[in-house]
């Protein structure tokens, strides 16, 4: 297992639209396993493929976050929304590629999610509550959509403004 290194913005791979999977291999198991190890090293709660530099439609999750609970490792390769509640819930999102910042985004408060698994079996799976949030999040990774898009144009352009000096100043040294 490796620790990969997580882009932030505004890396402009960050914005692209990922490719699906043809199929799903065993030597993939290395990039599962990887992105899984750089999504607990970090530590969050998900990580997708562009994330590390990959435009493949990708995605590690694991919700649990208590110390005492069991690791419940999840992947999703080329995951497709299927099915969206009505009803809407709020959750303060925060992103591996937009440290330290926190903000308020509404979803779907349930969502049915079709993929492969890791051995590449179909599958599907019914979401909510943070596991809705964080599959619908990671997902739009995959279309090159951050969480600052649901938010306020004004507070997005603050944000990335701000990210984008940083990297200025890093370049210049
Ligand atoms: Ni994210």
């Not at 699906?20 to 990039?31: I, K, Q, R, S």
């Not at 690791?71 to 390769?77: G, L, Q, R, S, Y």
């Not at 992103?95 to 969502?111: G, H, K």
């Not at 898009?149 to 200025?168: G, N």
Request: glycine residues 6%; hydrophobic residues 40%; contains cysteine.
């Amino acid at each position: 297992m490796a620790l990969r290194d997580i882009l932030v913005i505004p890396d402009p791979v960050l914005r692209k639209v990922c490719e699906p999977l043809a199929e799903v291999t065993p030597e993939m198991g290395t990039l599962f396993d990887d992105m899984l190890a750089t999504m607990y090293d970090a530590p969050g709660i998900g990580l997708a493929a562009p994330q590390i530099g990959l435009l493949q439609r990708v995605v590690a999750i694991d919700i649990t976050k208590d110390e005492d609970v069991d690791k419940d490792p999840m992947i999703f390769v080329n995951p497709e929304i299927t099915w969206e509640s009505d009803e809407l819930a709020d959750y303060e999102e925060g992103c591996l590629s937009i440290p330290e910042v926190f903000e308020t985004v509404t979803r779907p408060a349930q969502v049915t999610v079709s993929y492969l698994d890791r051995e590449g079996k179909h599958s599907s799976l019914d979401c909510d509550g943070l596991l809705a949030v964080c599959i619908q999040h990671e997902i739009d990774h995959l279309n090159g959509v951050l969480f600052i898009d649901h938010i306020s144009k004004l507070k997005r352009d603050r944000i990335v403004k701000k990210f984008s000096k940083a990297r200025r100043l890093a370049e210049t040294g």
